[in-house]
């Protein structure tokens, strides 16, 4: 595409959720509480995990990991929307665009690949529990973590460096809250079919992974449990991958749902409507679901809740 007498873009404008300054502020509240319940939530979680020793175990291990995941996703991008629900300039600057861009493809990331450790230790510890501190030994589980992490910081940083290479001119609006590179891509005035290919096979890799670890864990998982004669040892083996398999199923579902959405005038709200549940509601509702799914976890937690009131 030629770029002559075309300006080039220095910051870009982020239109968010609506242009009507009642609604704003209503987003702005509604935003604000969600993010302060999901840092709480998480936090909590953390504190719980690191305070109490009977959470030294690998499950909570990766569950600590998700945590602090999930506060990561959402700080990368509620923030500055909630800068925006108030601000009259509603701007970014490209480079800071682009790594906010970086950062939310690493925390994505970063979340399913933990999410998929998370199953395996389960699979560990349904289908050979006896082998289970062997194979889950403390090594392994910082292993599978800092590997889900370096691999996730390989893929933003491939997507990242290729997006550099763009020149941005001529619309300057994105209209989401939040810097993602589909919408990055559409902006560009130099031809994209490269970032395009890159991302397309990046994801393909990296989430066929991920989903094939995720099902082969529970084909196995599940075949174990109706293997179980006792209805109360079924109840009991499938309670504790319960919460997980919700996670994973609002992770994938929702995923699935965005895959599959039209490329429409209409798909714009529809990509915020998914980029909100990723970014703000995921990292709120993971926490809540962990708490309200596992007693020892809604037992620490009383207990955590108890001494600040004593202290207060």
Same mark, same amino acid.
């Given at each position: ?7 080039? &873009? ?20 509604? &935003? ?7 840092? =709480? ?27 602090? &995941? ?7 991008? =509620? ?39 998370? &199953? ?83 994801? =393909? ?108």
């Amino acid at each position: 595409m030629p770029m002559k007498n075309q300006t080039t &873009v220095t910051e870009f404008i982020l239109l968010g959720l609506s242009s009507e300054p009642q609604m704003q502020i209503f987003l702005f509240l509604v &935003v604000l509480i969600i993010y302060l319940i999901t840092l =709480v939530g998480n936090i909590v979680i953390m504190v719980a995990i690191r305070a109490n020793s009977h959470f030294h175990t690998p499950m909570y291990f990766f569950l600590f990991h998700l945590s602090f &995941v999930d506060i990561c996703y959402s700080s990368v991008t =509620v923030p500055n929307a909630l800068r925006n629900f108030l601000a009259e300039h509603k701007t970014i600057s490209v480079n800071g665009c682009i790594a906010q861009m970086f950062f939310i493809l690493l925390s994505a990331g970063a979340e399913s690949f933990i999410l998929s450790a998370t &199953v395996y230790d389960r699979y560990a510890a349904i289908c050979d529990p006896l082998r289970y501190m062997e194979i889950m030994r403390k090594g392994i589980c910082v292993q599978l973590v800092s590997g889900a992490w370096t691999t996730d910081f390989i893929y933003a940083l491939l997507n990242t460096i290729f997006t550099l290479k763009l020149h941005f001119c001529g619309s300057s609006q994105i209209h989401h809250f939040s810097c993602e590179l589909p919408p990055l891509l559409k902006l560009a005035c130099t031809e994209t079919l490269t970032n395009q290919v890159v991302l397309l096979t990046s994801v =393909v890799i990296f989430v066929s992974i991920s989903l094939l670890l995720l099902l082969i864990s529970y084909i196995y998982i599940i075949s174990t449990i109706l293997r179980i004669r006792s209805a109360e040892g079924r109840h009991k083996a499938f309670s504790t991958c319960s919460s997980h398999l919700i996670v994973v199923g609002l992770l994938y579902l929702i995923g699935f749902l965005q895959y599959k959405n039209p490329r429409s005038v209409s798909s714009v709200l529809l990509d915020e409507i998914f980029s909100i549940h990723y970014s703000v509601l995921t990292p709120m509702l993971n926490p809540i679901i962990y708490s309200l799914k596992n007693k020892e976890v809604k037992t620490a937690l009383r207990k955590i809740l108890g001494k600040l009131k004593f202290i207060r």
